[in-house]
């Protein structure tokens, strides 16, 4: 086990969290050369994530963008090779809300590559008040793809997260990242248990739980178990040259997608009061993927803007975090 040997962070208070002073970690200005390096971002092509790789892809990494759509993913690496002259960004077909086709992707990924520098599970839903749909396998959509997807997504990726640490490939042993882009949402909107096991159930059988929980317990629910899931993640794979890092990006959201499964008087809402920029949206998830600072970091949760942060009491606890480890491998197992 290799965790942050940092000293603990400080509680940055709620008004902090939710308007956040000006930044002293700016992208893409702070983002270093990343020639050589390769990475892979979830949800790539809206957002956050299409941000994320426009710098990383300015900053000479190699970029694999991962999501569903490729006439969207298409439109995305064009304007992003438009925009900085550069092209080293190629799609990656995933599906997050199906468990198949996450191997798949990570296959594919695999037969094309070596090595693996950062992962950033930034792909994300949200509905609310409504509970939205279920995934291929009959999970809520949004614990579904923003803890099990990305779980398994990881998880396949390992041993070549791993080979790239060790520098099989390369000769140079280097630490390897994975970023898990949560929200303050895991603490603010989670259900005041934890974990609600029985909303976690397949199709009908947890539809009862999901419905007095709402769609948006669901998502504070699901931000949860990414917080936790990176924890142990650092816990079991530190000692490997793995960094595991989860991450607020900012105030109550950033303006982008997410808020398109939302209803539109909460969208407007929330629009007009808490939402900032992309441009200032990036910069915790590319200060937890590029800065060297970030590397002392492992286990930690980060908020806006590039800030250390505690996560909530439930995020802290040990036993919750093996046990949800645990459940997402039997749902995986078979996969």
Not at 152 to 169: H, I, Q, S, W
Not at 204 to 233: C, F
């Amino acid at each position: 086990m290799s965790v942050s040997k940092l000293p603990p962070p400080e509680r940055v208070g709620s008004f902090s969290e939710k308007w956040p002073p000006k930044p002293t970690w700016k992208a893409p200005d702070d983002v270093p050369d990343l020639t050589g390096q390769i990475f892979l971002v979830t949800g790539g092509n809206v957002g956050i994530g299409r941000e994320t790789c426009r710098v990383l892809v300015a900053r000479n990494a190699k970029v694999y963008l991962a999501t569903r759509s490729e006439e969207r993913a298409r439109i995305a690496i064009d304007d992003i090779c438009q925009s900085t002259g550069k092209s080293n960004i190629h799609f990656l077909k995933i599906d997050l809300v199906d468990l198949a086709s996450v191997r798949k992707a990570a296959e594919e990924y695999m037969s094309l590559e070596q090595e693996l520098h950062v992962l950033i599970n930034n792909a994300g839903v949200l509905y609310s008040p409504g509970i939205g749909p279920q995934t291929a396998q009959g999970y809520d959509v949004q614990f579904g793809v923003h803890v099990l997807g990305h779980y398994f997504l990881t998880l396949l990726l390992m041993p070549t997260l791993l080979r790239t640490a060790k520098g099989e490939v390369s000769g140079k042993p280097t630490l390897v990242r994975v970023v898990s882009v949560s929200s303050d949402a895991h603490e603010m909107t989670a259900p005041k248990e934890g974990i609600v096991w029985d909303s976690l159930k397949k199709g009908d059988a947890a539809m009862p739980a999901r419905k007095k929980l709402t769609g948006t317990r669901l998502y504070g629910q699901s931000k949860l178990g990414m917080v936790l899931i990176s924890s142990e993640l650092a816990r079991r794979y530190g000692d490997q040259g793995v960094v595991a890092i989860s991450l607020h990006p900012g105030a109550c959201g950033v303006k982008s997608e997410l808020l398109r499964h939302l209803h539109p008087i909460i969208a407007w809402i929330v629009e007009k009061i808490r939402i900032y920029p992309v441009s200032l949206g990036v910069i915790t998830s590319l200060y937890a993927a590029t800065s060297e600072a970030a590397l002392e970091m492992n286990g930690e949760y980060l908020t806006a803007w590039a800030r250390r942060q505690v996560p909530s009491k439930h995020a802290q606890n040990p036993e919750l975090r093996e046990m949800l480890w645990k459940w997402c491998e039997e749902q995986v197992s078979g996969f």
